[in-house]
Nanobody, 114 residues
């Protein structure tokens, strides 16, 4: 059984930064692809960034150059460094682990004020 726990969300002014963390239980983290998604009120959940088990990353166009995804396999943790935040980045952010099946965390709220 895999459990994912996100942390690091909060309220920040436009232009500010936040670092999200997602800690995974279980023994499959290092061989799993990880991703960060977000869902704003009234909108569908969307991919923000992903990282393969080998460390290859991909980003949604709307965060390129501002967000960075990384992973620490020794700590079973994936991170999302978010810089130059905009009000439109306001959403609940979720991490996902994919290894055959998919597992989701409970989400962490990010609110960016203008």
């Amino acid at each position: 059984q895999v459990q994912l726990v996100e942390s690091g969300g909060g309220l920040v002014q436009a232009g500010g930064s936040l670092r999200l963390s997602c800690a995974a239980s279980g023994s499959i983290f290092s061989i799993s692809a990880m991703g960060w998604y977000r869902q704003a009120p009234g909108k569908q959940r969307e991919l923000v960034a992903g990282i393969t088990r080998g460390g290859t990353t991909n980003y949604a166009d709307f965060v390129k150059g501002r967000f960075t995804i990384s992973r620490d396999n020794a700590k079973n943790t994936v991170y999302l460094q978010m810089n130059s935040l905009k009000p439109e980045d306001t959403a609940v952010y979720y991490c996902k682990l994919r290894r055959g099946s998919e597992y989701w965390g409970q989400g962490t709220q990010v609110t960016v004020s203008s």
